[in-house]
C-alpha cells in the first residue's frame, strides 16, 4: 500500500525554524516528484516547494523563497521541508505528495500529484 506521512508540525513563534518530513512506504520516493503544499485556515490549498525526480530541480512558490529549503534523503525514503525565519501567515496544515513527473510549470498543481499524506499543523503565533 502506498502511503506518504508528514512529521514535525508544531506551534512555533515568529522567526523560528521547523523541519518537516515526508516518509513513503510502498514506494520509493526517488521515483516520484515530491511536493509540499499547504491550506491555511479559510484559504485553498497551495504548491510551496516541490523537488524533482528526473534531475533533482526544486521549486518554491514566490512567500517561502529564500526561507525554505527542500531536500530528499533517498536512504530514508524521506523528502524533507526545512522553514526558517516563519510567519504568521506560514500557519497552514502542511501536506507532501508524490507525481510521476513535474516540472516548472506545473509543479504547484494539486491535479498534477498522485499520492497524498494526512498532513501536519504548523501553527505561528507568539
Known amino acids: 500500500q502506498l502511503q506518504l506521512v508528514e512529521s514535525g508540525g508544531d506551534l512555533v513563534q515568529p522567526g523560528g525554524s521547523l523541519r518537516l518530513s515526508c516518509a513513503a512506504s510502498?514506494?520509493?520516493?526517488?521515483?516520484?516528484?515530491i511536493g509540499w503544499f499547504r491550506r491555511a485556515p479559510g484559504k485553498e490549498r497551495e504548491g510551496v516547494s516541490c523537488?524533482?525526480?528526473?534531475?533533482?530541480?526544486?521549486y518554491y512558490a514566490e512567500p517561502v523563497k529564500g526561507r525554505f529549503t527542500i531536500s530528499r534523503d533517498n536512504a530514508k525514503n524521506t523528502v524533507y521541508l526545512r522553514m526558517n525565519s516563519l510567519k504568521f501567515g506560514d500557519t497552514a496544515v502542511y501536506y507532501c505528495?508524490?507525481?510521476?513527473?513535474?516540472?516548472?510549470?506545473?509543479?504547484?498543481?494539486?491535479?498534477?500529484?498522485?499520492?497524498w499524506g494526512q498532513g501536519t499543523q504548523v501553527t505561528v503565533s507568539s
Open positions: 523537488i524533482s525526480n528526473s534531475d533533482g530541480n526544486t
Open positions: 510502498g514506494f520509493t520516493l526517488d521515483d516520484y516528484a
Open positions: 505528495a508524490a507525481a510521476p513527473h513535474v516540472q516548472e510549470s506545473t509543479w504547484w498543481k494539486i491535479i498534477a500529484y498522485d499520492y
